[in-house]
Each structure stands twice: as structure tokens, then as C-alpha cells.
DNA sequence: GTCTATAGGCTGATAGAC
DNA sequence: GTCTATCAGCCTATAGAC
């Protein structure tokens, strides 16, 4: 009995899922660049024609996975703000949710995609243009309303929030740094880095 | 008239700094799978043979640089230890002097290329080697009995030393990145990170 | 849908002329 | 010391069998 056409656009969503997880696991460790096909078909337990039945090229797919991470980026702003409290306390949670969430899981590795695409010269110019171009919303600009809110509360120092903001998330892309160059150093408490909004 | 000996040492030396120059420019944008020979030889004005007539192999030019950045991160430390002033003030100085260096200068493109190699799998074995092996001196170990000072003194807050270590490279390393993703982007008082171990 | 075989292009590295 | 021409290997992407 053939499969139902149902079933079959289950298995290719699968299967694209399958690859998209595979590709994200070899980007994030060895860039864009560096990773072949051949390493993501291995990965996903496929061979490397059947990659190219589902998606068009290996920009393609790096592409989609930076899209990916750069809503999951601003998604995490988002229920911050929805969150009960104070704008302190919303940041708060919010830097516990990364901590913990870079502690394990394919969180980081998301982060770190990010990190690559924003930072490296080697990526496809879709990439490169979602970055440039006026709707990108970027982590920093997401949480500087936050950061005013808190300053009209006098919950935050009066120090240009701008500046905060690219403190914080410097803060938090160093961490998934240094949890990548150290996999079991000590991650610290948000209260640790909440002291630079004090 | 033959140039003497000497003159060809000197000539030999200066073209060797030549291309490690414009090779850090170039594997710090575009990392080391990314980055052709051809780029490098372009970036220094000669051709890419003469590049393989003074240095083995793209892996070896590479490596280099990564010694000399890993080199350039302990010697600060070991200069603000040599500073006046309590362990805290040492840490002071040291923060305005890094902040400073990655406002201009070549000094970001020897952090940069310092994350890249310890972040990426797709460097040469030497360079995995290099931060594996346990004469390696780390940053954060470097920082650790600096700040175990501070913590004797009452200076420093009574929290994991090593903790302390993570989250003050995270920011420095954070930072970096922040900078090359954003050029203009604001750039914090030192005083901002040692908030961090008050 | 999935695989294997292969074309085509690019790049690291070398050889040899000047 | 410097350049240009060229080789050899690898990797992306496609074609075609099952």
C-alpha cells in the first residue's frame, strides 16, 4: 500500500527537521565555511544526495537555521516582557531562562550560530543583509525599552541604556563562549550579572 | 651592488611580519577554513607564492598567530600585577587598558582570533594542542589567584574565585564580539565590570 | 524517497622562469 | 626574492538507477 499524500509531506517535514538539526550541531562547531555536506548527511544518518533533494545548498540551509536563531533571540525578550514584576525582575528571569537554557540543550547552539553569522565575513549575503538591514531587530534595541522602563522606576542606574544593553548581551555571548571553550565551567548566577544594572 | 647578508635577513623578517599582518586581518573576519591563501597574499600586495616561500602551509601561518595572541592575553594579566595599588585596583587598570585596545588597534584581531581557535573544531591539531595541554596558561587562570588577593583583603566578594574568573573574560571576550558585530556601539567605564566583584 | 556515481570548479601547494 | 603556470585533491551540486 503506497503512503497517502499526507504522509508523505509528514516524512519530508521530518526528514527537513532531521537535517536542520544535524546541519546546526556541525555549524556551530566548525562555521560555515568549514562544515561539508558529507559531515551534516553523517550527522543526520543520511547520505549527502538526499540533503540536496531537501534543500537547495548548504547557504540555504545555514541561512534558515540563522533566521531560526535570530527569533528565538528576540522570543526570549518577548515573554520576559510579559512576565509578572518589575522590569528588573523581568530581566532577571530572563537571564535565568539563558543561563539555564545554556547549560545544556541546543539552546547555545543557536546562540552560537548567531555569534558566527554576525561576526564572520563568510556567510551568505542573505545573511549578512538580514543583519543590515532597518527591521532586523536586533537583542540590544529589544531590551533597551526594558532597561528605560527600569530607569524610570529608579530600579536601574541612570547610565545611557544603550550602553547597558550592549554590556548585558556581551555578557551573555561570553558565556556561551566560555562554555564552549570550557564545557563544565562554572556558570554564574544572574544575580551576578544583574549587579551591572545596580 | 648585491644586497649584504644582513640586508636580506632584515627584508626576509619584514616580509614575514607583512603577511602574519595581513593574515590576522583576514582570519579574523573570514576564520581558517574560510580564509585562501590568495586573500592573505592579497592583503599583504604580493603573490600567494612568495606566501608558501616564507611560511610551510596556511595551518602554519595560523598557528602562529594564535601563539602570539594567546601570548599577547597572559602578558596584560602579568602586567597589572606588576601595577601599584590593591588587587582590585590592579584589575581596574588592566580592564581600562583592554577596553581601550579594542577600541582601535590590531589588539581586537588578537581576540578575535583567539576565539575563533578555541571555539572551533576546523583548526590545525597544533592549535587544539596549544589550549589542551596543561602548561596551558589560561586567562582565567591567570586571573584566578588575583582575585583570591582581592577576596583577602575584604576587596572582592566572597564568591567562587573561579566564577569570578568566567564572568570577567565572558564580558572581556563578549565584548570583543559585540564591537566587531557593532562598530560604533558604546563602550563601557571599566568601572561598569568590576561591578562584578562588589 | 533514497542512494551511488560523477561532473565541474575551486584552492592549497609546487615547479620553474626571471 | 618574486612571480606565473600548473598539478592534484577535495567538495558542492547534479544525474540517474532503484
Not at 497517502?4 to 509531506?9: A, H, K
Request: charged letters at 25%; glycine letters at 4%.
Amino acid at each position: 500500500m503506497p503512503r497517502t499524500e499526507i504522509q508523505n509531506l509528514e516524512l519530508r517535514d521530518q526528514r527537513r527537521e532531521q537535517i536542520l538539526i544535524a546541519a546546526l550541531k556541525v555549524f556551530s562547531r566548525r562555521g560555515m565555511a568549514a562544515t561539508k555536506i558529507s559531515e551534516i548527511a553523517k550527522e543526520a544518518g543520511l547520505s549527502h544526495g538526499l540533503v540536496y533533494h531537501y534543500f537547495k545548498s548548504k547557504e540555504e540551509i545555514f541561512t534558515l537555521l540563522v533566521q531560526r536563531a535570530a527569533e528565538s533571540a528576540v522570543q526570549i525578550i518577548e515573554k520576559a516582557r510579559l512576565q509578572e514584576g518589575t522590569p528588573l525582575k523581568k530581566i532577571k528571569w530572563m537571564t535565568e531562562q539563558i543561563l539555564q537554557g545554556l547549560s545544556a540543550g541546543e539552546q547555545i547552539l543557536l546562540f552560537l550560530i548567531m555569534i558566527q553569522a554576525s561576526t564572520s565575513d563568510a556567510v551568505p549575503e542573505e545573511v549578512q543583509h538580514l543583519f543590515s538591514s532597518p527591521e532586523y531587530k536586533s537583542p540590544v534595541n529589544c531590551l533597551v525599552p526594558l532597561i528605560i522602563e527600569g530607569q524610570q522606576c529608579n530600579e536601574i542606574i541612570k547610565e545611557d541604556p544603550i550602553k547597558l544593553a550592549v554590556s548585558y548581551y556581551a555578557f551573555i555571548q561570553g558565556f556561551s563562549i566560555s562554555k564552549l571553550q570550557w564545557n563544565q565551567c562554572p556558570i554564574p548566577e544572574a544575580d551576578l550579572i544583574i549587579k551591572i544594572f545596580k
